[in-house]
């Protein structure tokens, strides 16, 4: 593995078809894990529908709470079976961006418990299980919220030591993430892994290649589509994402491969064959998320990404941006999406190092 590390305490296309486009408590209590918190019941699924198996090491259960906002979000909880009678240091893990927490985050989430974390896995507003309506939004203010709610929940529960809280965001939760950390300074460190920053992306295109008069039109185009919208009293929505028709970058490609097979499908995800609503971008566009970076130190980073992957640029331009202590590990020979599930690729030994290190 490659590191470009400076961790003072340890010495395309020009968008995806088109800007748009690119947008690509207790409920169920164990009695094993007391959980507190005022909830609101929502309506989860009770079964295992995870694209990932359950593992034998950890409690699960599923939770609800609200953020500033009012919105009732949904998570999984998961737990060390083996966990002792102290109090856990705990891990709040969000993304990707267009994705649910029966995917990466979930998994992300379940293996860090075995490594002996309190984890909490989680729906973005307005999306999977969560509350909001009208579905299928996103917006980067209540998506950072989203992150310090989960972090108000996981804080007040009795297994949990609120002095020892980290974040992993996930692709463009990646940047969400390291939003929510630089104004709560309640996270003690942060892994972005594989990440994008969505309000680049919305604004620029992939690489930076979008003009001011490309730009300006999309704009406009968005914003006569409020009238329609306020009109019929409902959003239009983007054409179903990742259905390949020919022809596609392989970076498309490769979310095809986790978003629309057994691999990683999943109902309820924006990116299997679902979309986000037209006017989505609008917020992203004026919003750079990663203007205050720097302000996340003394607490440290890891960057996480593929050599390969086309989204590296994000990781290095944050990279450069932030503060000591930070860390950049590049994964030779792996592509974007491989660290979405890719066991022998994301580097989990490194992830409970780091987070065993900086929440001791």
């Not at 929502?42 to 409690?59: I, M």
């Not at 579905?135 to 989960?150: G, W």
């Not at 994000?314 to 990279?319: D, I, R």
Request: with cysteine.
């Amino acid at each position: 593995m490659m590191n470009r590390k400076t961790d003072n305490t340890e010495g395309f296309d020009a968008g995806r078809r088109s800007l748009m486009k690119a947008t690509g408590v207790a409920v169920a209590a164990l009695g094993v894990i007391p959980v507190t918190a005022a909830t609101q019941a929502l309506a989860q699924t009770s079964s295992w529908d995870k694209v990932f198996p359950k593992s034998d090491k950890v409690d699960h259960q599923k939770v609800s709470f609200k953020n500033r906002y009012g919105i009732s979000l949904s998570g999984d909880l998961y737990l060390p079976k083996e966990r002792g009678s102290g109090r856990l240091a705990a891990l709040v893990v969000g993304g990707p961006f267009g994705a649910v927490k029966e995917q990466s985050s979930g998994l992300y989430a379940q293996t860090m418990a075995e490594r002996g974390f309190a984890t909490l896995a989680f729906d973005g507003s307005y999306t999977g299980e969560s509350g909001g309506e009208p579905r299928n939004i996103a917006s980067p203010d209540v998506n950072t919220e989203d992150f310090s709610a989960a972090v108000d929940f996981i804080g007040l529960q009795p297994f949990v030591d609120r002095e020892r809280i980290g974040m992993i965001g996930i692709c463009g939760w990646g940047g969400m993430a390291l939003n929510a950390v630089a104004v709560d300074k309640r996270v003690k460190a942060v892994v972005a892994s594989t990440m994008y920053d969505m309000t680049r992306v919305m604004s620029k295109g992939y690489n930076d290649s979008v003009t001011l008069e490309q730009r300006t039109n999309m704009l406009d185009q968005m914003s006569r589509q409020r009238w329609t919208d306020a009109d019929k009293g409902a959003p239009a929505y983007q054409p179903p994402y990742n259905e390949l028709k020919g022809g596609e970058a392989q970076f498309l490609v490769d979310y095809h491969d986790y978003y629309m097979t057994p691999r990683g499908y999943h109902h309820r995800a924006v990116n299997s064959g679902n979309a986000w609503s037209q006017t989505t971008p609008l917020s992203f566009m004026n919003m750079p998320i990663l203007t205050y970076i720097a302000e996340i130190s003394p607490r440290p980073i890891l960057f996480v990404h593929g050599e390969k992957a086309h989204s590296l640029y994000f990781a290095e331009t944050a990279f450069a941006a932030a503060a000591e202590p930070k860390e950049l590990m590049i994964i030779p020979g792996t592509s974007h999406t491989d660290l979405y599930d890719q066991m022998d690729k994301i580097p989990f030994d490194r992830m409970s190092d780091f987070f065993g290190q900086h929440l001791a």
